[in-house]
C-alpha cells in the first residue's frame, strides 16, 4: 500500500513538472530538469527560505485557481 502512495505521489510530481511548462523548456533533457531543480534548492538554502517557500507557494496556487477557474469556464 504505502509503494503504491509513493508511486502515485512521484507521478503528481512529475506532471506538475510538466504542467509548469519544463519538460518544454529543457527540451525533455532530464539532466537539465534535475540541474534546474537543484539550483532551485541551492537558492532556498542560501536565502531566507521561508521568504522564496512563501512566494513559490503564492504562485503556485494562484496559478491552480486559474486553472481551475479555467476548467469552470469550459463547462
Do not use: N, P, S
Not at 537543484?38 to 512563501?54: E, K, P, S
Not at 504562485?59 to 486553472?67: H, I, L, Q, S, T
Amino acid at each position: 500500500m504505502a509503494r503504491r502512495e509513493r508511486t502515485r505521489h512521484l507521478i503528481e510530481l512529475g506532471g506538475l513538472v510538466q504542467k509548469a511548462g519544463l519538460v518544454e523548456l529543457a527540451d525533455d533533457d532530464r539532466a537539465t530538469l534535475y540541474g534546474a531543480m537543484l539550483d532551485c534548492a541551492a537558492r532556498v538554502q542560501a536565502d531566507d527560505a521561508g521568504t522564496v517557500l512563501a512566494l513559490w507557494k503564492r504562485r503556485g496556487k494562484r496559478a491552480f485557481d486559474a486553472e481551475e477557474t479555467a476548467e469552470e469556464e469550459q463547462r
